[in-house]
């Protein structure tokens, strides 16, 4: 049973537009979340994370929502860029683990 | 040289052989972490040393076994793996705080050894 669903394989978006990238969760213990975004060939690198004490959380063009009572969170990229291209993976924290989803990859269109 | 660093970045092992995978992190963290990403699968954590505390996952297989001999190096020890073991093995480091949980910190991963078993 997948405690952390990231339900699009993949998304593609314009360049300069807004990229979205959702994540469900199901554990009411998770407290914490991140997203990690990966390249090919390359090990995942940490952009942005969220303490369930807040509902938003800014850095630069990302912005990571979270909706506890709907057990949802999102990464918002504004304007996308080439370079974002990549598959993000959200994480989520607590109850002494950590779970992560499948990851989305998203492609940035010129 | 910074960062998480792992060697070698691609094996290819038979199912008799014994071979070890490294980690090094240069982050002066004090908690480091194996997965394993399978294709189509999330990223699965194996094993977990905080605070030179091993945490076990118990449904990771015997014939993997690690080592952390100090703070900044990582070992993975194989041994008579299985097809199915092929898989991208990656390393990761984190600074837990001290009576927190080491999960909640953001994790520094290495560029991971791509493992083929034959």
């Known amino acids: 049973d997948q405690q952390v669903k990231q339900n699009s394989p993949s998304l593609s978006v314009q360049e300069g537009r807004i990229s979205i990238l959702n994540c469900d969760y199901t554990?009411?213990?998770?407290?914490?979340f991140l997203w990690y975004k990966k390249y090919p060939a390359e090990g995942p690198t940490f952009l942005i994370s969220?303490?369930?004490?807040?509902d938003k959380n800014e850095d630069g063009r990302f912005t990571v929502f979270l909706n506890k009572s709907a057990k949802h969170l999102s990464l918002h990229i504004v304007p996308s860029q080439p370079g974002d291209s990549a598959v993000y993976f959200c994480?989520?924290?607590?109850?002494?683990?950590?779970?992560f989803g499948k990851g989305t990859r998203l492609h940035i269109l010129p | 040289e910074t960062g998480v660093t792992q060697t070698p970045r691609h094996l290819v092992m038979g199912m008799t052989n014994k071979k070890s995978l490294k980690c090094e992190q240069h982050?002066?963290?004090?908690?480091m972490y194996w997965y394993k990403q399978s294709a189509k699968k999330p990223l699965e954590l194996m094993f977990v040393?905080?605070?030179?505390?091993?945490?076990e996952n118990n449904s990771v297989p015997s014939r993997f076994s690690p080592e952390c001999p100090n703070s900044s190096h990582l070992f993975l020890h194989l041994h008579t793996l299985q097809p199915e073991d092929s898989a991208l093995y990656l390393c990761?480091?984190?600074?837990?705080?001290?009576?927190?949980?080491?999960?909640?910190?953001?994790?520094?991963f290495g560029n991971g050894t791509r493992l083929t078993v034959t």
């Open positions: 990761a480091s984190s600074q837990a705080p001290r009576g927190g949980s080491s999960y909640n910190s953001p994790l520094h």
């Open positions: 554990n009411s213990m998770f407290d914490y």
């Open positions: 969220i303490s369930s004490i807040k």
């Open positions: 994480a989520a924290s607590g109850d002494d683990k950590i779970i």
């Open positions: 982050l002066g963290h004090n908690a």
């Open positions: 040393y905080s605070l030179e505390e091993r945490v």
